[in-house]
T-cell receptor, first 116, second 115 residues
């Protein structure tokens, strides 16, 4: 079974621009979560989508948004980029258990975003 | 809120040494606990998990036991190899009924194994 894929792998943008990152989950996984990884803050949860609905959101400004499509693929968008948005953005997918909660999460290789 | 504390390192060991990476957590309920590993330039790989007290997760020679009384989930391996060099993350996950709260991660422990 193919793993989680993320595109692009590397991206360089300028302050003020916007960016869209894409994530394709493992086949059959309907929950997709996004995380930001930086040296200073470590790994932080951005949001989680299930059945095209955002179920939960971390403590990030409204410039960070996402969506999920009917095939469970997901995109995240960052508008008005700031230097501090430079990070590795990781997508993770999981099955959903009988109680509705996520099973263990499987991560993609990430998109390395550099803002100059 | 929920939090995870782990030694950050770097931790440097010789090949075949015994490994312990400490992890303690704070959570308002009963979380699931995980260890993830990240090799250079890659995403995170799930190493092992435990979903309730006294559960032991194990994989590739690594083990960790969910200790509710000490709120700990220490990672151990009896004999490390050079190929185990990586960054190890302890994490917890709570499900509140309204959706996934997202994994809460520790800062990561950089492990270096010398031949």
């Amino acid at each position: 079974k193919a793993g989680v894929t993320q595109t692009p792998r590397y991206l360089i943008k300028t302050r003020g621009q916007q960016v869209t990152l894409s994530c394709s989950p493992i086949s059959g996984h309907r929950s997709v979560s996004w995380y930001q990884q930086t040296p200073g803050q470590g790994l932080q949860f951005l949001f989680e989508y299930f059945s095209e609905t955002q179920r939960n959101k971390g403590n990030f400004p409204g410039r960070f948004s996402g969506r999920q499509f009917s095939n469970s693929r997901s995109e995240m968008n960052v508008s008005t980029l700031e230097l501090g948005d430079s990070a590795l953005y990781l997508c993770a997918s999981s099955l959903v258990g009988l109680g509705g909660g996520p099973e263990e999460q499987y991560f993609g290789p990430g998109t390395r975003l550099t803002v100059t | 809120g929920n939090s995870v504390t782990q030694m950050e390192g770097p931790v440097t060991l010789s090949e075949e040494a015994f490994l312990t990476i400490n992890c303690t957590y704070t959570a308002t309920g009963y979380p699931s606990l995980f260890w993830y590993v990240q090799y250079p330039g890659e995403g995170l790989q799930l190493l092992l998990k435990a979903t309730k007290a006294d559960d032991k997760g194990s994989n590739k020679g690594f083990e960790a036991t969910y200790r509710k009384e000490t709120t700990s989930f220490h990672l151990e391996k009896g004999s490390v190899q050079v190929s185990d060099s990586a960054v190890y993350f302890c994490a917890l996950n709570m499900y509140s009924g309204g959706g996934a709260d997202g994994l809460t991660f520790g800062k990561g422990t950089h492990l270096i194994i010398q031949p």
